[in-house]
């Protein structure tokens, strides 16, 4: 019976395999259409390379314009320098419209610093040039920034005076707490807060559009408002909205870009609160025609997010993986957003914030609107809310200041102990199995036929209720552990409390323990210590477990044996470049179970489970509705073979 549980098992677990793959196998209409999507993102690469080209050319452009302008102004005969300046203006401003004054200048760098970033902003564009996260590392100790500085992209733009106005082409007036300012590094005092505006000005006084930001002391998360101060009559009068074009290339933070990276534009949209994504493993654009609340560039433990405090009209959204001379470079991603604007008011004011920090479930929770949902504890539900309780769990074993090598032998060992009645319940199905081998043997004689197979199985269901077992009872409790299995297999991955957090030999426990490495070969470029003991434990459990099956009375089983044998062999080859933290966890599973193992031997005597089937079998037994339907299928059996046999 052990045979035919583990059996089902197999079966069982197989079924689930081939019908996702069967479900999962396009048809041919949609591999025509995963086609054009394929074909459709080559077109947004190239498309998205062209108009790079194009925006660098016209910044070269408009920078050599200026130049020229510059030069044909001084060289004018006739003219002081105040006549020059003037004949200078007027030419900017047959070109930017009432923005002339600011579209001349020298790029200026200023520096915030508070206890968790270092942010820089540049007067040209007057956005974030550089954001570095001080208690953070890369995985070869260089700090690590947010993005590249050297290709980040924000441009607000909208029509005025017939013309397209874009931001990134002017120079900002910096105020510090509404006063200008004219340069040096700002440090946010503890408890308090720094109000830094950008401010574009116009040739008219008292007209300007500003970007006003707010940095707190010990927030990820910073205040980002865009303000139109008198430009009713400037911005177009059937402009209701602006847009934002915002543009990063990620950076490799992490020395392993396995399938866990998740690198993809996140949002979450207001019409039905829930949080989408991009295709993480492939290149890809998408265009959402509803309201929305933010829009994140997500890599694996760090992401960049815009939010509106009310809503954002709609966005298009990219990621594409283009060339770069950068030998860190990962993705691009980029958004373009639509805000809403009020045409009819002299002020406006549109909300919105910023977070450049870590994916660290805790903190994006407690910002109330979803950034949580960006970390993948799985799609469905059950896995999710399992890793709920895991991360409760493991965020307070974790305040206690272990080393996160024990934090995880501790959870291990809660969750083993949670599930230890489910363990119970199958070994001891196991051992009653083995009792009733030679009752199963003395059944499989008297019914050799397969016409008696109905008579066989009505036969085994006497004789397993009368030793008190289930026919479920050895799988059953194997898939209830199937979703804790699963959701552990994402917990790990996706923890950022592991990164960096060294134990035993590994230097780092959200990635794999590398004690060899050599040229690339079968896929595998090293050997992850971790996972080579996790295949070495589950090898002696599966031998442990085999010994205690009989495959020499079902020869179809012995096929099984091997495959028993082979499938932690294909899990070290997958697990091998994953976070050395799930192999260790898996690895104390298996020890934790040997132990187990040994307390129910000692648990459960086999001679008084014996006994007690003697003395069951010496009792009436009520038949259960399913063997009433047994026999009554029985019979009619039995009376369709009268039937054929007198035809």
Known sequence: MNNKNTLIGFILIAAILFGWMYFMTPTKEQMAEQQRIHDSIRRVRLEQMALDSIREAERRQADAQLAALQTDTAQLPGLDSLGK???????????FGVFAASANGEEQMFTIENKLQRLTFTNKGGFLKRVELKEYKTYDSLALMSFDPETVRFDLSFFAQNRIVNTSQFYFQPLVNGKPYSGGDMTVREGDSIVFTMRLLTDEPGKYLEYVYTVRDDNYMLDFDIRTVGLK??????????????????LKQEKSTDRFAGESVYYRSLTDKDVDHLNEQKDGEQTVNSKLKWVSFKQRFFCNVIVAKNEFENA????????????????????????????????????????????????????GIGLQDQINLGNFFLIRWINYGVIAVFNWLSSYGWNYGIVILILTILIKTLLFPLAFKSYKSSAITRVLKPEMEAINAKYPKEEDAMKKQQAVLNLQKQAGVSPASGCLPALLQFPILVAIFRFFPASIELRQQPFLWADDLSTYDSIVEFPRFLGMDHLSLFTILMTITTLIYTWVNNKQMDYSSNPQMKPMKWMMYLMPIMFFAIFNNYSAGLSYYYM???????????????????????????????????????????EEAQKQQAKLQQQQRKR
């Open 85 to 95: 300046a003037q004949q200078l203006h007027n030419a900017l401003r047959d070109k």
């Open 233 to 250: 009559d400037v911005i177009a009068t059937n402009a209701d909205y602006m847009s934002i074009d915002w543009a990063v290339d990620l």
């Open 316 to 367: 298009h959204m990219a990621m594409i993986t283009r060339k770069s001379n950068n030998p860190r470079y990962i993705k691009s991603m980029s958004a373009n957003i639509e805000v809403p604007y009020d045409m009819k008011a002299e002020t406006n004011i549109i909300p919105m914030q910023l977070y450049f920090g870590p994916n660290h479930f805790k903190t994006l929770r407690s910002y």
């Open 588 to 630: 104390l599973v298996n020890i934790i179970t040997f132990i187990q193992m040994f307390i129910f031997r000692k648990m459960i005597d086999e001679d008084k489970v014996r006994a007690t089937i003697e003395e069951n079998k010496k009792k009436p037994q009520k038949k259960s509705n399913f063997q009433k339907r047994l």
